[in-house]
């Protein structure tokens, strides 16, 4: 099982820019290999993800959960280098349809649920997506997956989709609904994949549109307010996705070539800082049986080696300087400041902020600091620290030599943020934060961590709509049930009608003998020939 | 409301050293600001100390507002269930 992504890289290394596989199918002409700057990046950093998560989950047994998570990858590592949507589409369906293994295998009735939720909402991407390239192959006789911008046809339905998929505000309630609830090692893979490849589509396909600047900034910065109240930490470990989604999505929206640059490189560190994120806090599930604020607390007693790493994660996550997330915000704040959107340069750096304390000091802190819940396990098996040492080295390795990530940035603009002023701007913002937060701590202000649901978008059709259903239901029913009225024993014998001929227990139900099933189709079919015969 | 933020903290001792460690910091880091040429490309950000009162501030008013949140949209953790 390492061997495989081991392969798949050198395979990856070994194809020149520029290569091709076309494949004609269907009267129509497929691009289903197309390598360039843009596809080799994602290629490698997924590729990396994979090997991660393999050797993070080498002790799990569950034979289902480890295929899904190979064809998981697999599924998005084809969708990058897909040349065309008809391609693009057959494996975004995948990655959907692979993905939710991860949290069904979790077998639990919230995991249940969640996962149907999930897939509900990844197929109606899928279809949204299916749509537009259709529309669009109807308009321009063309699947070429290249820039399509909003205006084209097709382009907003297959905008949407790609947003779906990248946790649009309003359109993201299924990430923090789904991926606390997937299995330890399950969310490791989940937040690798789906979301990147998103990003990437939408750099391919949307590069420059201005309404992503917005879309990404409010990305950025209403996530912070829900990681700040919530229990769960994969649940903040999840909002904090969506905030870094959302700097790149900003990155994409600005569309020079440092601007994608930086949501390329962004992109690269995230999968790696954030694999190592829900590795820590996936660690501590399976040590501790609980990922809550409320119920952890003092861990780096017992798990010193998960704690440290958590911190470089943390530390990534904060755009510390000399961790990997400093270098790519940076491009992509200076990109957005260049090009003149002060507003969205100053959104961003609240969501900065924001990240930092509630995020980058709360994860760590609350799970392995901070206060002695009493908690005593054993340190996380080898092969998980060893995954989370290797993402470790990687986002510390791109912190201090950022050259290294520029030889595979798509294009070859490039930022140094190692300048006095940008230094000592972050540490500012970093340090100045850091005391209110320690202010906020010390006077008691921190919202109480407690074991709560914080209603989000989803509530409408989780909370607002079932309920309200169920109370005008539940107003009918006496009514209903009381009626002598000629309609309420119209229906009632209706349905008793239909359920002694089709339900359970009726004829048509039942098992037939196959000579009478032959002698139907015979007539059927003699049917249909009468029928077109006049 | 003291008690709880002292009980997260976890050990006064250690704490203190930390805020006042923090706090020099802090310091240290917007006097650099004040001799330093300050360049950028959107002009507040060329304010002295800009980024720490930003992040100053920033800290506080995501907390302030989070609560307020959560009273409005926290509910019981089996909400959902019911």
């Known amino acids: 099982m390492v061997v495989l992504p081991v392969l798949g890289l050198l395979q990856l290394m070994a194809l020149p820019a520029g290569a091709s596989l076309g494949l004609e199918a269907v009267g129509l002409t497929l691009e289903v290999v197309r390598v360039d700057g843009l596809s080799l990046l994602f290629g490698y950093v997924f590729h990396l993800a994979a090997l991660l998560g393999v050797i993070f989950s080498l002790r799990v047994r569950d034979l289902g959960q480890q295929v899904a998570a190979l064809v998981y990858a697999g599924s998005a590592i084809g969708a990058v280098f897909a040349g065309d949507l008809l391609s693009l589409f057959l494996y975004w369906e995948l990655t959907a349809v692979s993905s939710v293994f991860l949290i069904w295998a979790a077998r639990e009735e919230g995991a249940f649920r969640a996962g149907l939720r999930y897939l509900v909402v990844q197929i109606l991407s899928g279809m949204l997506l299916l749509l537009g390239l259709v529309l669009h192959y109807q308009a321009t006789g063309s699947l070429a997956f290249g820039h399509l911008g909003l205006e084209s046809p097709g382009g907003t339905l297959i905008f949407l989709a790609f947003g779906i998929k990248c946790a649009f505000p309003l359109l993201h309630t299924w990430l923090p609904d789904a991926y606390p609830r997937a299995t330890v090692t399950g969310a490791v893979f989940l937040s690798a994949f789906t979301t990147k490849l998103a990003v990437y589509a939408l750099a391919r396909g949307f590069a420059g549109t201005e309404v992503l600047i917005w879309i990404g900034a409010l990305m950025a910065v209403l996530p912070v307010f829900y990681a700040v109240i919530e229990d769960d930490l994969r649940r903040v470990l999840s909002y904090s996705l969506i905030i870094q989604l959302g700097f790149m999505v900003v990155g994409v929206g600005v569309g020079t070539e440092l601007a994608l640059n930086g949501t390329a490189a962004h992109a690269f560190g995230h999968v790696l800082y954030k694999a190592l994120l829900f590795m820590a806090m996936g660690a501590v599930l399976q040590q501790t049986g609980t990922a809550r604020a409320s119920e952890l607390g003092g861990l780096y007693r017992s798990m010193p080696l998960t704690a440290w790493f958590c911190v470089v994660g943390a530390a990534s996550i904060s755009a510390v300087p000399l961790f990997s997330g400093f270098v790519s915000k940076a491009f992509i704040t200076s990109a957005t400041a260049q090009a003149g959107h002060h507003l969205a340069w100053t959104m961003l750096l609240f969501a900065s902020a924001g990240a930092l304390l509630y995020v980058g000091i709360k994860v760590p802190y609350l799970a392995f600091f901070g206060r002695d819940s009493g908690v005593r396990v054993a340190e996380a098996p080898r092969s998980m620290l060893v995954a989370m040492g290797l993402s470790a080295v990687l986002s510390v390795l791109i912190g201090v030599r950022p050259q290294l990530l520029q030889l595979i940035l798509p294009f070859p603009a490039t930022y140094d943020p190692y300048t006095l002023g940008h230094i000592l701007g972050q540490l500012q913002l970093l340090l100045f934060s850091a005391l209110a937060f320690v202010i906020v701590l010390r006077r008691g202000w921190y919202p109480r961590m407690v074991p709560s649901t914080n209603l989000d978008f989803d509530w409408i059709w989780r909370g607002g709509l079932p309920r309200t259903w169920l109370s005008l239901v539940r107003l009918a029913a006496p009514g209903w049930r009381r009626s002598g009225s000629a309609l309420g024993t119209i229906s009632r014998r209706a349905l008793n009608l239909l359920q002694r001929h089709f339900g359970p227990r009726s004829r048509l139900a039942g098992t037939w003998p196959t000579g009478s099933m032959v002698l139907w189709v015979v007539v059927l079919l003699a049917l249909s020939l009468l029928v077109s015969y006049f | ?82």
């Open chain 2, 1 to 82: 409301m003291r008690d709880e933020g002292e009980r997260v903290l976890g050990g006064s001792k250690k704490v203190r050293w930390v805020f006042w460690g923090l706090l020099v910091a802090c310091l240290v880091v917007l006097a650099l600001d004040f001799l330093h040429e300050k360049r950028g490309y959107v002009p507040w950000e060329r304010w002295v100390g800009f980024q720490s009162g930003f992040g100053f501030l920033a800290g506080l008013v995501v907390i302030l507002l989070a609560h307020g949140l959560r009273r409005l949209l926290g509910r019981s953790g089996d909400y959902y269930e019911r």
